[in-house]
């Protein structure tokens, strides 16, 4: 029992001496696993309420933070990997600080936040008890390759989850593990028939989708999302049970349904704790993290990040932002975090950006972007690859207008790192605990 506590000891070591250095989230984690390699499964073995894990391509950080909202709203004391850095090391980083001795969290349940290759990985340690299965889209394809395969992955996740897993019923690449011999027990989240013409719109905008798939019929416990404008919705069950109406921080309907598929599996986490006051003060509560449509103070004008990342999401972005008139940046980066391979903007219609044009494009990936939008028309005004000096110019353009970036994870990494030194805001890991 010694070599935990060696490894606690090892990681919280090289915790303090990388925050110190300023270098990644991960290397405490790659320090306590190489002194165990069981590590994860000692120090989660006494959790008593559940190992939950959220997968997907699109929408894991912010479901992860309003499922650990909902729980937190409930009274439970949830561990979480808040700093987005979603592979088994960086989840063990984060739970160094939590650790004592001992080497064993004392959390009532834990609630993480993995890719679709490391939810695979941390399963081979500790079988997770209930998986969130959020979706399937083209991102990364030079990491995960084409979608069948990331699929797959999503489908061995569920195979490996011992209780419950929760599906969405609108996505065929992840309700068909519904199917499958060793899935668990099924709860589906997803739209309500009143929703169908923005589920049209989705499909239309992701060119993987058939016109003859067939959409679960939903049960007593599946929650299904009700829009009401851009930032409200009602979440009604199957049951009679309705959470809501409630306005979230978060404006659009990809955090709507983000919300619903938080709200639907801690429902199936708390069973007849569930409470649909809690719920909506957790979702309520919660803001947006970083990048997100996290919106930013700069000296009274408001500056929105937005994470862009695959054709689905940035097509849902500019669904949801792009109609908005104020200034435009688009930062592009293709650095691994990113994924290399960036033709997927290709498959992303950038027409409804065409009335006021976008101010600058940034990152790695620049002047790609330009060459983008040209062919949409869309004019760019100016071509800046260094992020910092694109964010000088863009901020100091027309001070007063209202300023949006739709980024790339590590450019956005960047910007928000920029901002936090220039006006005292949080550093990216140190989120604010919802109530």
């Known amino acids: 029992m010694l070599r935990p506590i060696i490894a606690t000891l090892a990681g919280k070591t090289a915790r303090t001496a990388s925050r110190l250095r300023g270098s990644g989230s991960a290397l405490p984690g790659l320090v306590a696993e190489k002194v165990d390699p069981k590590f994860l499964a000692h120090a989660l073995a006494d959790v008593p309420g559940g190992i939950v894990v959220v997968s997907g391509t699109n929408g894991k950080t912010t479901?992860?933070?309003?499922?650990?909202?909902?729980?937190?709203?409930?009274?439970?004391?949830?561990?979480?990997?808040?700093?987005?850095?979603?592979?088994?090391?960086?989840?063990?980083?984060?739970?160094?600080?939590?650790?004592?001795?001992?080497?064993?969290?004392?959390?009532?349940?834990?609630?993480?936040?993995?890719?679709?290759?490391?939810?695979?990985?941390?399963?081979?340690?500790?079988?997770?008890?209930?998986?969130?299965?959020?979706?399937?889209?083209?991102?990364?394809?030079?990491?995960?390759?084409?979608?069948?395969?990331?699929?797959a992955l999503l489908a061995s996740l569920a195979s490996r989850t011992t209780s419950a897993v929760v599906l969405n019923r609108d996505d065929s690449y992840v309700s068909r593990i519904a199917n499958d011999k060793d899935c668990p027990s099924v709860t589906y989240f997803g739209l309500d028939e009143s929703m169908s013409d923005r589920l049209a719109e989705l499909q239309e905008a992701d060119a993987r989708f058939a016109d003859?798939?067939?959409?679960?019929?939903?049960?007593?416990?599946?929650?299904?999302?009700?829009?009401?404008?851009?930032?409200?919705?009602?979440?009604?069950?199957?049951?009679?049970?309705?959470?809501?109406?409630?306005?979230l921080r978060q404006r659009g309907l990809a955090?709507?349904?983000?919300?619903?598929?938080?709200?639907?599996?801690?429902?199936?986490?708390?069973?007849?704790?569930?409470?649909?006051?809690?719920t909506a003060r957790g979702l309520v509560a919660m803001t947006p993290p970083f990048g997100r449509g996290e919106v930013i103070d700069i000296d009274g004008t408001p500056?929105?990040?937005?994470?862009?990342?695959?054709?689905?999401?940035?097509?849902?972005?500019?669904?949801?932002?792009?109609?908005?008139?104020?200034?435009?940046?688009?930062?592009?980066?293709?650095?691994?975090?990113?994924?290399?391979?960036?033709?997927?903007?290709?498959?992303?219609?950038?027409?409804?950006?065409?009335?006021?044009?976008?101010?600058?494009?940034?990152?790695?990936?620049?002047?790609?972007?330009?060459?983008?939008?040209?062919?949409?028309?869309?004019?760019?005004?100016?071509?800046?690859?260094?992020?910092?000096?694109?964010?000088?110019?863009?901020?100091?353009?027309n001070p007063d207008e209202p300023k949006r970036i739709f980024c790339t994870y590590t450019a956005m990494m960047t910007l928000r790192r920029v901002l936090a030194d220039r006006y005292g805001l949080a550093e990216f890991g140190e989120e604010v605990k919802s109530a």
């Open 212 to 247: 003859d798939e067939v959409v679960p019929d939903a049960g007593a416990r599946d929650g299904l999302l009700r829009a009401r404008d851009e930032r409200t919705l009602e979440i009604h069950f199957g049951d009679g049970v309705r959470v809501g109406p409630l306005e």
């Open 63 to 151: 479901t992860t933070k309003m499922l650990v909202a909902i729980l937190t709203a409930h009274g439970l004391d949830v561990f979480s990997n808040p700093t987005g850095s979603n592979f088994t090391r960086g989840v063990i980083s984060a739970m160094l600080p939590k650790l004592p001795a001992s080497g064993r969290l004392t959390t009532d349940i834990a609630v993480l936040e993995l890719d679709e290759a490391h939810a695979l990985r941390f399963a081979d340690s500790v079988p997770p008890t209930h998986s969130l299965l959020l979706n399937v889209a083209r991102d990364q394809l030079d990491r995960f390759a084409e979608i069948d395969h990331t699929a």
């Open 255 to 278: 955090a709507m349904i983000n919300a619903t598929a938080a709200a639907t599996m801690a429902r199936c986490l708390l069973d007849q704790r569930f409470d649909v006051e809690a």
């Open 303 to 397: 500056l929105e990040l937005v994470l862009v990342k695959n054709p689905a999401g940035f097509t849902v972005a500019l669904s949801t932002y792009g109609t908005t008139p104020v200034a435009t940046m688009v930062a592009i980066n293709d650095n691994y975090a990113d994924g290399r391979d960036v033709s997927w903007l290709y498959d992303v219609s950038f027409t409804s950006l065409r009335d006021r044009g976008v101010a600058l494009s940034s990152g790695v990936r620049a002047y790609d972007m330009a060459l983008r939008l040209a062919y949409d028309e869309v004019q760019t005004a100016q071509v800046v690859p260094d992020l910092t000096q694109a964010l000088d110019l863009f901020i100091s353009q």
